[in-house]
């Protein structure tokens, strides 16, 4: 069974019910820098715990491409900036990796008082969203039967349709990326526009 | 949603489900099977459960309170039609700063390095105290070290800091404040707020006693410290005038506690047992002699101010020491047939003799001796003749030193005529009897630091200083002040 025939009951199963609006939403008066930093922060350390459970059986044997749809793979860019296929294992842990450095790094995350975030936080961010947004679309698509057997679904459903949610308010997110090419569509689509069905994102 | 228990074929090691049978249009049939996982997956899947489900919880919430706050704020400004508009909208960006702050503080490492020591202040049986300052903000603190290796087991570890986290949360002006806590491989540090006027163990030990109005300032204020403490569902269990921390107006909390308590040697009733036994055995001829009728009598004769001038000379390296002092544990602490919070009081009643006669009622040269005194209180509780106290301060002590059945109750206690005249609800209102004299935010002299001087200023942390752990994660501790500006 694969990620679009189980697309059925299970991704209505959900840990938080209702519209993510109250966790979503710039609180009035704080600095919105600091409140994306503080939710990229936590969506990092969360999707963190969730992969270190499901590395097991995210190997470079059952994973040889960063794939997130049956036409659709992933592509890193190396120091060359050459674009290089790599087995979905390498592919998250580069990914991982580089988000830590971030979040560890003074100049791109300022955690000391009275520093101030680097015009370029934004595009920081669109871009760790992005990859990050890869990871979910990796781990729905290609393990999605395993977050089953461990009856994972509420969780990682709640926590996806959270980060899409969060990605929508602050146009982090490219609808593009979420669905795919016509010609490449990601398992990911599926959820988006059932979860907008539902009324869990909101248009 | 349908699961099974029943096995499924698996192959090559990857569980594969069942496929789909059709039952309408969106049913499916899905055999859940932990069988393709190691061993661990399934207790690390609900741990990553588990701990989004409190993520999301602690979100609620929070945002609930971010929003109470706001609207609180809103509420007060738009009644203040004193206050010009301007005014209010610096208030309303004043608190967003703070709630970015709070942010901000939560994707904050800590380590050893972001604080600078400004002066060792005390020492405990675990480590040291010091005040140190926040490098960044320039805040003041005081940062408690806690080896970890001298600290009797690891699992106690989070039972122990959940309770303290409960406490710390408090936000009762009893309870010193906590505001993070990190670690390093050697030490657990916590930072809390810095109490300037020093610990009543020091004034005692300058003071020798206090008058009884004075006294009954001070035990009056730990009568409600100590039912605080209650009311949060805690029993202090080792209240002590070290314990007690004078803060900069001359009134008392009660120091961050449940954390070292549950380590204390002292504490462990196999320990007590232990001492007990050979106390009671006939290993050490001296022992079993002073248990005996006979010794007692040369005990009573002899100059019982050696006795009080040793104890005192050895006060303060009494507190240093891992076993710590007995002097105001109750007695049923020892004989391990369970307690409650009566105990509290009973050490109440041994801080209040001590005020007003100048040692703890069972003070003896060894630890030994006084635990003997402390299970045998009928025959050792004595008011010295050359120390003047008013019937109604040597009723009070005698109805908080006596056994658990006959103790007092916090209700009793406040209607004692020993505190005739206190008014409760505003005691931490008033002038203090003593109140601190400070030239700066880091004056330390109420503080012995020239005793300490062989503690090295920075504690030796054994491994790098980059070792730097989240302030907030894993802990719910989470620490909000409206007062502070961030930090
Ligand atoms: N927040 C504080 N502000 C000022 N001084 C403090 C503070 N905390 C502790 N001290 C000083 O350090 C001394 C030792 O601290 P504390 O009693 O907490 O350590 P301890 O003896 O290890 O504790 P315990 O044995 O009760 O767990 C205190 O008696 C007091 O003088």
Redesign the interface.
Known sequence: ?SFF??I???VE?A??VGNFK??VMQ?????VM??V??NM??FY??LN??Y??LT??CTSQ?CPAMAAGPQLNYTWINQDRKSVQLPAPTYIDYVMTWVQNL??DENA??????RDFSPSFPSTIKHVYRQLLRVFAHLYYAHY??I?????EP?FN??FAHFLAFGKEYELLDVKDVKGAPNAPAGIGLLWERWKEMGILVS | ?Q?SQSSSSVSSG????T??KEKGA???Y?D???A???AD??P??KA??L???H??KI??DA?IE??TR?VELERKLAADTAMSDERKQRQ??Q???K???F??L????LGLDDFRTVKVIGKGAFGEVRVVQKT??GKIYAMKTLKKEEMLKKDQLAHVRAERDVLAESNSPWVVQLFYSFQDPTYLYLIMEFLPGGDLMTMLIKYDTFSEDVSRFYIAECVLAIEAVHKLGFIHRDIKPDNILIDKEGHIKLSDFGLSTGFHKQHDSSYYTRLLESANGVQSPTTAARNSVAVNAIHLTMSNKDTIATWKANRRKLAYSTVGTPDYIAPEIFLQQGYGNECDWWSLGAIMFECLVGYPPFCSESTHDTYQKIINWSNYLMFPDDVHLSHEAEDLIRRLITSHDRRLGVDQIKHHPFFYGVNWNIIRNIEAPFVPRLRSITDTSYFPTDELEQVPEQPSDGDSTGNKDLAF?GYTFKRFTISSN??
Request: proline share 7%.
């Open positions: 069974m025939n189980s059925g009951p299970f199963a840990l938080v109250t966790i609180p009035k008066h704080v600095d600091e409140w930093a503080f922060f936590d350390q969360n715990l969730f270190g459970v097991e059986c059952s979040l560890d995350f300022p955690t000391r008082s009275g039967p395993q089953l057997h461990l009856r994972s969780h709640s926590l | 949603m699961s990857q569980p594969s489900p496929p789909v969106d049913y499916v899905f859940r099977t932990t393709g996982f190691s997956a399934i690390r899947a990553a459960q701990k989004l489900e993520y999301y979100a609620v945002a971010r929003n706001r309303l960006l608190l967003g700063k709630e970015s702050a942010l901000r939560k994707r904050t490492k960044d903000t994660l961030g930090f």
